[in-house]
């Protein structure tokens, strides 16, 4: 039971790194070229697929709240886990708000600012990138030594 959580994040953590190439696919597409349309289409999906995958990430991290206390009986939950449940809330929280930044790129009519908000927007993907990396590293010593003494 405690490798549910696990195996299903890892597959979400895969989806975030598609989100990603599908934003660097729009991006690559040549506008005045006849496959300009292409754009709107990976763009949508990028959307989609964010918005989708950030849904799951919190039933996931409910998930995983609910095998420690049941399964492995720790009651003290965030507490025993080497940082990992911090880490997976703070990772909800940065895809929750790239979700909003995304969506703001075109708002500034400047050409500046759309760059400047762009750039946020991919600065923070790395920045998830690495928190996640956190939450992996925490989850397998979770995995491999149990909860952390109190
Ligand atoms: C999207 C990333 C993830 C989030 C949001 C997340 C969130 C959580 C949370 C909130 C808990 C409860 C811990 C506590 O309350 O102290 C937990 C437990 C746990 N997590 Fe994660 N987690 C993520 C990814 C992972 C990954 C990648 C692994 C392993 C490679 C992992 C392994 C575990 C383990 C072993 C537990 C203990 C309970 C169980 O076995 O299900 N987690 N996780
Ligand atoms: C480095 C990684 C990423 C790249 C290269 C990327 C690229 C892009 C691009 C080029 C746009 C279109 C901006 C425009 O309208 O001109 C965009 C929008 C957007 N991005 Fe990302 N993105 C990345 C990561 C993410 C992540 C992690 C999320 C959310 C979890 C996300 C959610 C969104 C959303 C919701 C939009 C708005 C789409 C729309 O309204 O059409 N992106 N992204």
Redesign the pocket.
């Known amino acids: ?6 195996l299903f ?2 597959v ?2 895969a989806a975030v790194i598609h989100i990603h190439r599908l934003g660097k696919q729009a991006l690559a597409v040549n506008l005045k070229s006849p496959e300009a349309d292409q754009q709107e289409f990976l763009l949508q999906q990028h959307k989609k697929l964010s918005t989708l995958i950030t849904a799951l ?1 919190f039933v ?6 609910m ?2 206390v049941k ?2 009986q ?1 009651q ?6 080497y940082g ?2 911090f ?3 703070i ?2 929280g940065l895809l929750i708000a790239n979700i909003y930044v995304g969506q703001a790129i075109k708002k500034p009519r400047k050409q500046k600012a759309q760059d400047n908000v762009k750039s946020f927007h991919f600065y923070l993907f790395y920045f998830s990138l690495a928190v ?1 990396l956190y ?2 590293i ?3 010593v ?2 491999v030594k149990g ?1 952390a003494s109190l």
Request: zero cysteines.
């Open positions: 039971m405690q490798y549910i959580h696990p994040m890892l979400l953590l990430v996931g991290l409910l998930g995983g709240v095998v420690l399964f492995l720790v003290e939950i965030f507490l025993r886990s990992h449940g880490a997976g809330a990772l909800l996640a939450s992996v925490s989850g397998i979770v995995l909860p």
